[in-house]
T-cell receptor, first 116, second 112 residues
Framework: EAGVVQSPRYKIIEKKQPVAFWCNPI?????LYWYRQNLGQGPELLIR????????DSQLPKDRFSAERLKGVDSTLKIQPAELGDSAVYLC??????????????FGPGTRLTVT | QKEVEQDPGPLSVPEGAIVSLNCTYS??????FMWYRQYSRKGPELLMY????GNKEDGRFTAQVDKSSKYISLFIRDSQPSDSATYLC????????????FGAGTRLFVKA
């Protein structure tokens, strides 16, 4: 079974530029998460989807971040414009259970973003 | 004060040693306690989880939860160089949409 796929793996952009990350969850997983992991820190939730509905986006900086999960499968996370402080690893995770059992999250390899 | 505190290390041990990794927390509502392993340039991988208090063993790994002290531990027996990674503790108040809170992770190096 294929795991969670993310692309690109690495991205370097200048500040004020836009950037987008893509995630393909494990087949059949209804719950999808986007996390941000700063250097030396644990992942922090940005947004959680149940199918195509964003059910928890309280930690998403909505002035510059947006996300979508069309058709309840793939998801895209966008930043526009990027700031220096956005440099981090952006992780996508999925869960097979509806409402996402906290103990059953499968993570992708992440996208390492560097903003210069 | 963070909800979950974890010593970032690094922790360096010789091969074959018993490793003890720990986290403390402040939210008494936490019910699920997880340990993830994260290799460099990879995403976290769930090692094991425990519901409420008690111990759980899986091969060389043992997880312990002491809710009265708000303290959890992961023990690794007969540590191997392949165990070198960052270990993240994580906690949640339940299933059904409760947020998972991660510790900062402890970097472990096992020397051959």
């Amino acid at each position: 079974e294929a795991g969670v796929v993310q692309s690109p793996r690495y991205k370097i952009i200048e500040k004020k530029q836009p950037v987008a990350f893509w995630c393909n969850p494990i087949s059949g997983h209804n719950t999808l998460y986007w996390y941000r992991q700063n250097l030396g820190q644990g992942p922090e939730l940005l947004i959680r989807y149940e199918n195509e509905e964003a059910v928890d986006d309280s930690q998403l900086p909505k002035d510059r971040f947006s996300a979508e999960r069309l058709k309840g499968v793939d998801s895209t996370l966008k930043i526009q414009p990027a700031e220096l402080g956005d440099s981090a690893v952006y992780l996508c995770a999925s869960s097979p259970r509806r409402w996402g059992a906290s103990y059953e999250q499968y993570f992708g390899p992440g996208t390492r973003l560097t903003v210069t | 004060q963070k909800e979950v505190e974890q010593d970032p290390g690094p922790l360096s041990v010789p091969e074959g040693a018993i490793v003890s990794l720990n986290c403390t927390y402040s939210n008494s509502a936490f019910q699920y306690f997880m340990w993830y392993r994260q290799y460099s340039r990879k995403g976290p991988e769930l090692l094991m989880y425990t519901y409420s208090s008690g111990n759980k063993e899986d091969g060389r790994f043992t997880a312990q939860v002491d809710k009265s002290s708000k303290y959890i531990s992961l023990f690794i027996r007969d540590s191997q160089p392949s165990d070198s990674a960052t270990y993240l503790c994580a906690m949640s108040a339940g299933t059904g949409g409760f947020k998972t809170i991660f510790g900062a992770g402890t970097r472990l190096f096992v020397k051959a």
